[in-house]
């Protein structure tokens, strides 16, 4: 497995990546944003040295990460890993506890490659994305 992107929750994407990202970062360009119906947000993509930053923003009040944003405030909220075979790990991360929070599903900003977003014991979210 390998670091594909740290994923982060916002309220807007725009908005966030001029007042937060390019004060930290300025050379830094924020990617193409897609919409992703199943997942129910919109994302971005802004690649750094070793990896990328997804912003992620609810497509609306009950988008599942809508509950993640407390008074205008983002935050991190998973690491992605890229794995060769889905539903191999996920099975092997069953067998230990893990708890799959959302199904292998395509992912739009993936062009349709899988995802799947599991929870450790300790309540970490991680992201695994498909291998092309």
């Known amino acids: 497995m390998k670091i594909h992107h ?7 994407i725009q908005e966030h990546f001029k007042k937060h990202i390019k004060v930290i970062l300025p050379h830094v360009s924020l990617g193409e944003t897609t919409t992703d119906p199943l997942q129910q947000v919109k994302v971005a993509f802004i690649p750094i040295d070793g990896g990328q930053f997804e912003l ?3 497509l609306s009040e009950s988008s599942p990460v809508m509950a993640l944003l407390s008074s205008n405030t983002s935050g991190f909220h998973h690491v992605c890993f890229e794995v060769q075979n889905l539903d191999e790990k996920i099975t092997q991360l069953k067998s230990q506890g893990v708890i799959i929070v959302s199904p292998p599903k395509p ?5 349709g490659r899988k995802i799947a977003f599991v929870l450790t014991r300790d309540k970490l979210l991680w992201e695994l994305l498909e291998c092309p």
Do not use: K, L, M, Y
């Open 6 to 12: 740290i994923g982060i929750i916002v309220r807007n």
């Open 56 to 58: 992620v923003e609810p």
């Open 107 to 111: 992912a739009a900003a993936f062009d």
